[in-house]
């Protein structure tokens, strides 16, 4: 038999960010292939929403409501959980402006927690991971293509997703001799809730759809199988790498 299936049976995924967007994409699909999802989002409404989702596909949720910014408590909740194989280091946002107006407060907002949090929920998961050796792990940092080529109006996002993809390559090194996997996924503009709010603008979503050659923007499940896949064993061999889901817009 050649063709591996995505099958995360018995598979703990913790997924931050999870409440909306991505988040809850990822964490839908990875309840679908088998996993019991461990949901982690600042906004308790949200998760009992996704709850009802994951229900729906008859998955397994583990509820947790925690801030990632907040590293005391994330370091007690995540204490509290035994098992986690899959990490979907998602949480994230954007705030454009014009390079000559970025707010201090807007630019140190995304550092700590498009980059900064995303390094201390890593560094405790995988601390977790080493406890449990012959569980393979699998870390999947949730990039953008703006991790990979630059766009007007975006430079702390810009500068926060490169930082998420060179920790992605140095982590991927560094962790393959102990057996768990780091990869990124990089997709271009998504049909989320924040991206719809970028898109009222008529004249950026032309913009942004003109730089994709397949002329559309991706869906949330694009995302979150890629992500079902770098979770499984199907991806066995794939680590320290970014999956560009982008329709083009980076090979240009």
Aim: with cysteine; glycine share 8%.
């Amino acid at each position: 038999m050649y063709l591996q299936k995505i099958n995360l049976k018995n598979k703990y995924a913790l997924v931050t960010g999870a409440g909306k967007g991505l988040g809850r994409a990822c964490s839908i699909a990875l309840a679908e292939a088998g996993a019991t999802v461990i949901a982690l989002s600042r906004t308790p409404s949200d998760l009992n929403k996704l709850e009802k989702n994951i229900k729906k596909v008859r998955g397994k949720i583990i509820k947790v409501t925690c801030d990632v910014m907040n590293y005391e408590d994330l370091k007690q909740k995540l204490e509290k959980i035994k098992i986690i194989d899959v990490l979907v280091n998602n949480a994230g946002t954007n705030i454009p402006e014009p390079f000559e107006n970025i707010k201090q407060k807007s630019m140190n907002y995304l550092i700590d927690l498009n980059l900064k949090a995303s390094f201390n929920v890593a560094q405790l998961v995988v601390r977790k991971m080493l406890k449990n050796k012959r569980r393979p792990g699998s870390i999947i940092n949730m990039s953008s293509q703006l991790g990979h080529v630059g766009m007007s109006g975006r430079n702390v996002y810009n500068m926060t997703k490169f930082g998420i993809e060179g920790l992605t390559k140095g982590m991927g090194v560094e962790l393959a001799k102990k057996n768990i996997r780091v990869n990124s996924v990089a997709p271009t503009f998504v049909e989320t809730p924040m991206v719809k709010k970028f898109f009222k603008n008529k004249k950026f979503k032309k913009l942004a759809l003109g730089n994709i050659p397949m002329g559309k923007a991706a869906t949330e499940s694009d995302v979150a199988t890629t992500v079902c896949f770098l979770a499984s064993s199907a991806s066995s061999m794939i680590t320290g790498t970014s999956i560009i889901i982008d329709g083009g817009w980076t090979a240009q």
